[in-house]
T-cell receptor
Framework: NAGVTQTPKFQVLKTGQSMTLQCAQD?????MYWYRQDPGMGLRLIYY???????DKGEVPNGYNVSRLNKREFSLRLESAAPSQTSVYFC??????????????FGSGTQLSVL | AQKITQTQPGMFVQEKEAVTLDCTYD???????LFWYKQPSSGEMIFLIY??????QNATEGRYSLNFQKARKSANLVISASQLGDSAMYFC????????????FGQGTRLTINP
């Protein structure tokens, strides 16, 4: 019962460094998402993938890239980290049944600090 | 474009009282879903309740109910008989089922239950 697995849980970067956040789900979901959560801002959608092979920008895509490697995995890359990218990052996955009453399954989050 | 607004940054309620958390949304689509999530201090995201735009009855899940007023574009969460364990951040979210099917969150409301 792994659900959605995110790695790493914590990361400290220096400005300008790059890194990739990994996300994998074992529920055979088509849709996967990356969100960031900042104090007082709620969750903001960075990128999402409605199905394998497709990715689309969310509300705050600048400074990020994503790869939907296969149906299970959806990675988020910071090419040149900036202090403004200090945040908690959540990966999520879902399936939309005919009724539409799907729910998102979230990973446990990655606390990223950029110095 | 879709937008979710939660106007209550924080709420304080006495234990055992009922509480209503406000959520208004904006969309031009006719088919959409509304969700509420709970985030306790541990950071995990917990799905609470779902309401489809074509559902005529308000959704209920145990102590949670969703007061859906389509004409006013509001989807308030009602928690009956609040408990200390209800203290958490609460997020309203919406997905359009036409076009880009992004799940977008509001800013959240921090609920504190006092003994």
């Amino acid at each position: 019962n792994a659900g959605v697995t995110q790695t790493p849980k914590f990361q400290v970067l220096k400005t300008g460094q790059s890194m990739t956040l990994q996300c994998a789900q074992d529920m055979n979901h088509n849709s996967m998402y990356w969100y960031r959560q900042d104090p007082g801002m709620g969750l903001r959608l960075i990128y999402y993938s409605a199905s394998e092979g497709t990715t689309d920008k969310g509300e705050v895509p600048n400074g990020y890239n994503v790869s939907r490697l296969n149906k299970r995995e959806f990675s988020l890359r910071l090419e040149s980290a900036a202090p403004s990218q200090t945040s908690v990052y959540f990966c999520a996955s879902s399936e939309i049944p005919p009724s539409g009453s799907e729910k998102l399954f979230f990973g446990s989050g990655t606390q990223l600090s950029v110095l | 474009a879709q937008k979710i607004t939660q106007t209550q940054p924080g709420m304080f309620v006495q234990e055992k009282e009922a509480v209503t958390l406000d959520c208004t949304y904006d969309t031009s689509d006719q088919s959409y879903g509304l969700f509420w999530y709970k985030q306790p201090s541990s950071g995990e995201m917990i799905f609470l309740i779902y309401q489809g735009s074509y559902d005529e009855q308000n959704a209920t899940e145990g102590r949670y109910s969703l007061n859906f007023q389509k004409a006013r574009k509001s989807a308030n969460l009602v928690i009956s008989a609040s408990q200390l364990g209800d203290s958490a951040m609460y997020f309203c979210a919406m997905r359009n089922y036409q076009g880009a099917q992004k799940l977008v969150f509001g800013q959240g409301t921090r609920l504190t239950i006092n003994p």
